[in-house]
C-alpha cells in the first residue's frame, strides 16, 4: 500500500501517465484535435521533465559535497 501511495504522489508517474494518454488518444482516435507532431513535441517535453525531476531528486539524497582547506 506505501508503494502505491508513493506511486500516486509522484509527478514522474504522472507526467509519463499524461504522455501515454496522449498517444493512446491519437492511436485510437486519429481525428483528435492534435496532429502526430504535437504529440510527439509533448512526449519529448514530458520526458525532459521527467529526467529533469529524476536529476533534481537524485542530487536531493546526495550528501553535500565538503571542501577541505588545511592550513
Known sequence: ??????????????????????????????DFPVDAEQVSNLVYVLVAYILGVALEDGLTHMPALTKKTSK
Open 1 to 30: 500500500m506505501d508503494k502505491l501511495k508513493l506511486l500516486l504522489g509522484s509527478r514522474k508517474f504522472w507526467a509519463a501517465l499524461v504522455g501515454l494518454v496522449f498517444v493512446v488518444l491519437q492511436a485510437f482516435y486519429p
